[in-house]
């Protein structure tokens, strides 16, 4: 019998659109800027991730994020999410697919995680999942890390589970007001913003597992400050 590698843990709309998501822990992982941390995945139930990239069906995981496939000021079209979705989304969508995953809980999912690191939205945005899904499957977690860029749409209670993704010093500052405390993702050589540390991947080579800081106001070892890192990946020549 082949190793059990994740589940299945919610099925229901999304709250953009109310297209059918699905959302699956794997649990393990080899990313080595994450640390080995049950990943989470969020995706369409009823299309590929390429296709949905390709059509526009995508907003229904990650909103007016704007950093999906779109046209720019230039007339061209790209995408400078960091997601590789060709790889691990792409294979998770198919092993769902065939039936690899059992179902489970959130709670119940949670309870297997109790003392480890949990990613929220190794794809997709927590935000388009109820809040208790995210609540029960991180209840006995160690470490919990997640960026939500729907932020201004979000009763601010999310705020203490997750990080307001910050693209602007003008977002930065607005999330700040709010309460929020901001992963802010700023053009490549701009100095660290003033009331923000390096992310300590980049700074030291830290693992999101070792560090915990992306926990919303209650990470572990949180501090008042918010996050910064310069782009990076497919994305800094266009950040």
Known sequence: ?????????????????GAPLVVIVTWESSNKKTGNMAQTWILREDVPPLEAIESGADASICGECPHRKRQHEDGSWRRTCYVNVGQAPRGVWASFKAGNYP?????????RLA???????????????????????????????????????????????????ADSVTDRREARQRGWRSFYVAPVGEPV???????????????????????????????????????????????
């Open 1 to 17: 019998m082949a190793k059990e590698t994740g589940a299945v843990i919610w099925r229901g709309a999304s709250r953009w659109d």
């Open 103 to 111: 179902t489970l809980s959130p709670a119940e999912a949670g309870e």
């Open 115 to 165: 003392g480890r690191g949990v990613r929220l939205g190794a794809y997709g945005d927590p935000g388009m999942v109820p809040l208790e899904v995210w609540t029960a499957l991180t209840e006995h977690a160690r470490v919990r890390t997640g960026y939500t860029h729907q932020w201004r749409d979000l009763d601010d209670v999310w705020a203490s589970l997750v990080m307001a993704s």
């Open 193 to 239: 913003a003033e009331g923000s540390v390096l992310c300590l991947s980049e700074a030291r080579g830290t693992s999101c597992l070792d560090c915990g800081a992306c926990g919303g106001t209650r990470g572990r070892d949180t501090v008042a400050v918010d996050i910064f890192i310069n782009a990076h990946g497919g994305s800094k020549a266009f950040v």
